[in-house]
């Protein structure tokens, strides 16, 4: 019976003994990790926060040259293309756009050509003005663009260069056209009732000086509302774009004068002079004879007097 428990306390303390070592090799890993400081645990998880935060196959740096300059680091000297979405949505609207945009480019020669390729695509030239005899050559250029295509022509301007300056104007004459359809309805409506109150009137009880005035101020109402109609039809048919192309500043130079031109224009005085002489010289002989014969002059106006 002895035997037995001094068995049975042995077997426990063989379990215990066995449970101990069991849980030192399970805490090992974490006292590993309780090892390296917070500092260090904080920078690899930023480390790989950071990691995850980047898409895959994303570059660290892009670059641009459009224009003939280039972004760095992700950065823009420029604006990215002209701030105006897509206009399906807008087709209800009587919407008159009026766009001014600025370039910048390193060759103002083919920049040039390049607007007028597109503007014959677009639309049409209204004015233009270009030098390259400055300091910094432009092109001032004012096209009007068919409104539908009015996107699609900002898109393709981005060919131009370095889009540096952009303002996009729109005026709503929706409600305006309103007004005008309803002034057509309205002297439609008048003519056809003065026709009909003529028409129950005898020829004896007409005033035909009346008559002619009431039907003269109608029309002239549906001229004019007519002719608005088609004014704002026409402004919101045309987008009126102003675009200015800047290239780069031309280097000082040096201006040699033409020396020969001063050689002429002094030629060219004493022969004035000359001619001048000339034509004086006839009083110039009268006044040195009186001056000669002084004496004589002054006696023959003392016998007079």
């Known amino acids: 019976m002895r035997n037995n428990t001094y068995l ?8 215990f003994v066995l449970m101990i070592s069991c849980a030192k090799q399970e805490d090992a890993p974490q006292s590993a990790d309780q090892s390296v400081s917070p ?26 040259t459009r224009g003939g300059q280039a972004e760095d680091d992700g950065r823009t000297d420029g604006l990215e293309g002209a701030f105006l979405a897509p206009m399906a949505l807008a087709k209800g609207r009587m919407l008159e756009y009026t766009v001014r ?3 910048e480019t390193e060759d103002i020669l083919a ?3 390049k ?7 677009y639309g049409f030239v209204k004015q233009s003005s270009a030098s390259t005899d400055t300091r910094t050559p432009y092109v001032n250029a004012e096209v009007m663009v068919k409104s539908e295509l009015l996107y699609e022509a900002l898109r393709d301007f981005e060919l131009l260069g370095l889009l540096k300056d952009e303002n996009i104007t729109v005026t709503d ?65 045309w987008a009126r774009i102003t675009v200015s192309l800047k290239g780069p500043d031309v280097p000082n130079r040096i201006s040699v004068p033409l020396y020969w031109n001063a050689l002429v224009g002094l030629v060219n005085l004493f022969l004035r002079f ?7 010289f006839p ?18 106006f003392r016998k007079k007097l």
């Open 8 to 15: 049975g306390i042995a077997m426990s303390a063989f379990v």
């Open 39 to 64: 500092a260090v645990r904080t920078e690899e998880e930023s480390a790989r926060r950071r990691t995850s935060d980047i898409a895959p196959g994303a570059p660290a740096q892009r670059g641009d």
């Open 101 to 103: 945009l600025e370039y």
């Open 111 to 113: 920049s040039r050509k």
């Open 115 to 121: 607007l007028l390729e597109l503007v014959s695509k």
């Open 173 to 237: 004459h929706t409600e305006s056209m309103v007004a005008h359809e309803r002034n057509v309805q309205r002297e439609n409506v008048r003519v056809i009732r003065r026709n009909k109150a003529m028409g129950q009137l005898s020829a004896q009880n007409r005033n035909w000086q009346q008559v002619e005035q009431s039907i003269e101020q109608s029309e002239n109402k549906l001229d004019q509302a007519e002719q608005g109609k088609w004014h704002i039809l026409d402004l919101v048919s």
């Open 274 to 280: 000359l001619y001048l002489v000339i034509w004086l």
């Open 283 to 300: 009083f110039i002989i009268i006044g040195l004879i009186l001056w000669r014969y002084r004496g004589t002059v002054r006696g023959v």
